[in-house]
């Protein structure tokens, strides 16, 4: 399967700049997730890719060879959209087989063969003298998927596969999309708003925001070492806690003195702060419990510092969680604490790098 190369894509639309220089290799079989808000530009670069779109900069080349030029049926890529955009009139057989026949020049029968091989695999082999208004919305995703699948590209584009889904059948979805990608090898992307969803099934996550590329990792990567304020505050649920500093100031952190020439902004998850009795190098954060969620696996306590941050304190199930209102202190150890620059928005990688010292007051 090819690698795909994305190199310096710029894309406006009129004043709007939709794409701003990204630069992104996906290798060999492998999945990435592209995470980030509405209107980042996710879908454009997609289209990019496809060649449903061309960019005013920069190029998109499959396996070395670049795309330029190369319409987008006669590219090696299929799109799976967030509407499914299957025929209404036509069975999914007759939705799967079109393409197989009219685009790459199949016979009826080896299309209808194809066509039967992929909706066993999708498990949908029952639905195929279906039309669409007789499925689910999930069937008919599972079908949109089939007929992408059904064309063996090497590059398979997934934009929001699983919006419009009920949370189950979201969730179901998600596992087996990734499952099916990973069978059949092939190089994918696959365009997401939700940071669960990139989590679960990608190998890599590039984070975009403002048609630039924030940080590319694997999930692990982004959620332990986010690169920025903007990927702490995006991926994790709940997101990381922040708790911005001026320079030379005082944090919510009671015992911590910050000396920075900038103003900063430390960042700690809700797991690495604890109820419990904290040990002697521990920070300590008040405030006032305004809620308390249990999750099932766990409980997030939400709690206000007297700054009027929110801050969220994951604790272990079975233990006695504090009633809204109460006073509390969370306390975290300090390697656990990130910094980043509020100025630039990037981590400045270490408590005592890039001018910042936080010690004990
Ligand atoms: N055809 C177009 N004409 C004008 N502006 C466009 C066009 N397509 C996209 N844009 C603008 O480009 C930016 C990026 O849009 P894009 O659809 O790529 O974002 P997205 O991250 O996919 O958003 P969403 O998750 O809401 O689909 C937005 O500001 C959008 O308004």
């Known amino acids: 399967?090819?690698?795909?190369?994305?190199?310096?894509?710029?894309?406006?639309?009129?004043?709007?700049?939709?794409?701003?220089?990204?630069?992104l290799t996906v290798q060999d079989g492998e999945n990435v997730a592209v995470l980030g808000p509405s209107g980042s530009g996710k879908s454009t670069l997609l289209r990019i890719i496809a060649g449903l779109e061309t960019p005013d900069a920069g190029d998109v080349a499959f396996g070395g060879v670049s795309q330029r030029g190369i319409p987008a049926h006669r590219r090696d890529c299929a799109i799976v959209f967030q509407q499914f955009a299957l025929y209404p009139h036509m069975t999914a057989m007759g939705n799967i087989t079109t393409g197989l026949r009219y685009g790459l020049g199949l016979s009826k029968s080896a299309a209808e063969a194809r066509a039967r091989e992929v909706a066993t695999v999708m498990r949908v082999e029952h639905l195929l003298a279906r039309k669409p208004r007789q499925m689910s919305g999930g069937q008919r995703q599972r079908?949109?998927?089939?007929?992408?699948?059904?064309?063996?590209?090497?590059?398979?584009?997934?934009?929001?596969?699983?919006?419009?889904?009920?949370?189950?059948?979201?969730?179901?979805?998600?596992?087996?999309?990734?499952?099916?990608?990973?069978?059949?090898?092939?190089?994918?992307?696959?365009?997401?708003?939700?940071?669960?969803?990139?989590?679960?099934?990608?190998?890599?996550?590039?984070?975009?925001?403002?048609?630039?590329?924030?940080?590319?990792?694997?999930?692990?990567?982004?959620?332990?070492?986010?690169?920025?304020?903007?990927?702490?505050?995006?991926?994790g649920s709940p997101p990381m806690n922040l708790l911005p500093v001026e320079s030379e100031g005082e944090s919510s952190f009671d015992a911590v003195q910050v000396k920075a020439s900038e103003s900063v902004t430390l960042g700690v998850r809700a797991e690495h702060l604890t109820l419990a009795e904290p040990a002697a190098d521990a920070w300590p954060v008040s405030g006032l419990v305004v809620l308390v969620e249990p999750t099932g696996v766990d409980r997030v306590v939400r709690m206000r510092t007297d700054r009027g941050e929110a801050i969220a304190i994951r604790c272990p199930a079975g233990t006695a969680t504090p009633a809204p209102g109460t006073r509390i202190t969370a306390s975290a150890p300090p390697g656990a604490v990130r910094v980043f620059s509020q100025r630039t928005g990037r981590h400045l990688g270490g408590l005592d790098d890039a001018g910042v010292v936080v010690c004990r007051r």
Do not use: C, W
Request: glycine share 8%; hydrophobic share 50%.
């Open 143 to 235: 079908i949109a998927l089939a007929r992408a699948l059904a064309r063996r590209s090497g590059v398979v584009l997934l934009d929001e596969p699983l919006s419009g889904l009920d949370a189950q059948l979201h969730a179901a979805l998600r596992v087996e999309i990734a499952a099916m990608l990973r069978q059949v090898g092939a190089t994918a992307l696959n365009v997401t708003h939700d940071q669960l969803d990139a989590m679960a099934m990608a190998d890599r996550i590039a984070v975009i925001n403002e048609g630039k590329i924030e940080q590319v990792g694997t999930p692990d990567d982004l959620y332990d070492h986010p690169d920025s304020l903007f990927v702490a505050g995006f991926v």
């Open 1 to 23: 399967m090819p690698t795909v190369e994305i190199t310096a894509i710029r894309k406006t639309f009129g004043e709007v700049l939709a794409l701003d220089g990204i630069g």
